[in-house]
């Protein structure tokens, strides 16, 4: 649980992992072939090396970027999933869920606050307690999916209050 502007250790799914681990071994196997090398010839000559193979993958995402072509590439900055459809942009994902979109957007809306001098006095994940320092107005902002809400505002019902 997340409490005024402490951050939740957050670590990476399994799928997540997955990924990741897919795109190492991509880039490391294709090392391997511009050096042709097998891989009992690489333990020797050129051995895992991840830095190497990040600076490869660095490399490969801004290439592809600037080709307007995202990738899935998940990952944890500053305590906050960065593995979100919003985030990296991906047409599908099948790292993500609900969970680590509504942490990226309630750390997001936390800082926006932070930013703006109000007080963040409690969030628990899915609900952030919020102080105006001036007045001392406290308010709540809580985020939900639109199919949490049980209500199809695309078409127009409205939300009954809770």
Do not use: H
């Not at 193979?53 to 899935?72: M, N, Q, T, W």
Request: proline share 2%; glycine share 6%; with cysteine.
């Amino acid at each position: 649980m997340i409490s005024g502007t402490e951050k939740q250790e957050v670590e990476m799914t399994d799928r997540m992992v997955e990924r990741a681990d897919e795109l190492d071994n991509a880039v490391y196997d294709m090392l391997l072939t511009f050096l042709q090398l097998d891989s009992e010839e690489a333990k020797e000559e050129f051995p895992w090396n991840i830095e190497i193979i990040r600076e490869v993958l660095d490399f490969v995402y801004s290439v592809l970027a600037r080709e307007g072509k995202p990738v899935c590439n998940p990952y944890i900055s500053d305590g906050s999933y960065r593995c979100t459809l919003s985030e990296c942009g991906c047409r599908k994902c099948s790292c993500q869920t609900t969970f680590m979109e509504r942490e990226r957007i309630m750390g997001r809306v936390s800082e926006a606050m932070q930013l703006n001098d109000i007080e963040v006095t409690d969030n628990d994940g899915n609900k952030l307690l919020v102080r105006e320092p001036l007045t001392g107005e406290e308010f709540e902002i809580a985020v939900k999916s639109i199919d949490e809400l049980g209500t199809d505002f695309r078409s127009g019902d409205k939300a009954v209050q809770q």
